[in-house]
């Protein structure tokens, strides 16, 4: 039924949802687990002499907002890509119920991805160095 750019379709569909949406989202919540860590010096390094007025500089309450506003922005986005990502391969599988050539090539697909995860050519997250 067809030339088969249907199930081809849905195997971009199913890598992206499987492969890279969570890859891009993992990133996101690396970059929020590092922004953690700013904790540990930004209160050493806004710390101020008593005799200059006190604990902290007034800078160091907006870093620290600053800082929480894109840690939630980023874990928020995080998790909404993993939602779609998920959202994406249930519709692909979906999909592929309904249309017998476009499911084999789907599941001839993931195979093919499994064998190339299990053989070590393949990453479960995408690494982006900006």
């Given at each position: 039924m067809g030339d088969g750019s249907f199930g081809t379709d849905l195997s971009r569909l199913w890598d992206v949802g499987k492969k890279t949406m969570p890859g891009i989202a993992s990133q996101l919540d690396y970059?929020?687990?590092?922004?953690?860590?700013?904790?540990?010096?930004?209160?050493?390094?806004?710390?101020?002499?008593?005799?200059?007025?006190?604990?902290?500089?007034?800078?160091?309450?907006?870093?620290?907002?600053?800082r929480d506003d894109i840690a939630k922005m980023l874990g928020d986005t995080a998790r909404n890509l993993y939602l779609t990502a998920e959202a994406l391969v249930t519709a692909a599988d979906s999909y592929a119920e309904s249309d017998e050539n476009a499911k084999a090539l789907l599941q001839r697909h993931e195979a093919d991805i499994r064998d190339q995860e299990r053989a070590g050519h393949t990453r479960n997250h995408i690494r982006l160095d900006l």
């Open positions: 970059a929020r687990q590092d922004l953690a860590y700013t904790v540990q010096w930004a209160e050493p390094a806004f710390k101020r002499h008593p005799k200059f007025g006190g604990d902290h500089g007034p800078a160091y309450a907006g870093w620290c907002e600053l």
